[in-house]
């Protein structure tokens, strides 16, 4: 159990497109979903967590309004990347938590390159 | 503000050799420590889980140890193959009031050459 699918697992765009990427928990009901994002050869940065049916709290330095988070559903998060640019190429990767628990089930990660 | 640190970046052994891949931490106050396995362009594989109250977790060719009291971590592969090549990274938990947070360190890229 605990399966999390993240789709697509690779986008490639033209600056100025947005971008949706989804997380979603298959067998189990996520209250919370986290989104991090690597840079190549770096470490996984926390961007932001998102809880079921509120807003999503956002690590200093991530612009919301850039990278748009809904939490519409207990098995659905979304990060939007909107009005992409270069810049934003990198890997994404969502992780959700099962209520009551502690560990974080990880998605396959998203490539994205913004061309 | 938690610091997670893995030393060394990068690692290169012959096949079979013992892999040990160390991780820091500065802040001991954590719920969990938690090793992964990432394969380039993909997702995170979770290895090992170790609670802040245990000394050592094993799995298979794996082991991995947690001294909470001086920070550190360890991870043992024994007798190493060609896939185990990968990047591994280790990640700590804190619970706290205004959340929980995971922190992750940067990786030890591995190569096991056959």
């Known amino acids: 159990g605990a399966v999390v699918s993240q789709h697509p697992s690779r986008v490639i765009c033209k600056s100025g497109t947005s971008v949706k990427i989804e997380c979603r928990s298959l067998d189990f009901q996520a209250t919370t979903m986290f989104w991090y994002r690597q840079f190549p050869k770096k470490s996984l940065m926390l961007m932001a967590t998102s809880n079921e049916g509120s807003k999503a709290t956002y690590e200093q330095g991530v612009e919301k309004d850039k990278f748009l988070i809904n939490h519409a559903s207990l098995t659905l998060s979304t990060l939007t990347v909107t009005s992409a640019h270069p810049e934003d190429s990198s890997f994404y990767i969502c992780?959700?938590?099962?209520?009551?628990?502690?560990?974080?089930?990880f998605g396959d990660g998203t490539r994205l390159s913004i061309l | 503000k938690q610091e997670v640190t893995q030393i060394p970046a990068a690692l290169s052994v012959p096949e079979g050799e013992n892999l040990v891949l160390n991780c820091s931490f500065t802040?001991?106050?954590?719920?969990?420590l938690q090793w992964f396995r990432q394969d380039p362009g993909k997702g995170l594989t979770s290895l090992l889980l170790i609670q802040s109250s245990q000394r050592e977790q094993t799995s298979g060719r794996l082991n991995a140890s947690l001294d909470k009291s001086s920070g550190r971590s360890t991870l043992y592969i024994a007798a190493s193959q060609p896939g185990d090549s990968a990047t591994y990274l280790c990640a700590v938990l804190k619970i706290g009031a205004a959340g929980n947070k995971l922190t992750f360190g940067g990786g030890t890229r591995v190569l096991v050459k056959p």
């Open positions: 992780s959700a938590r099962r209520e009551g628990e502690r560990p974080q089930h």
């Open positions: 802040d001991s106050a954590i719920y969990n």
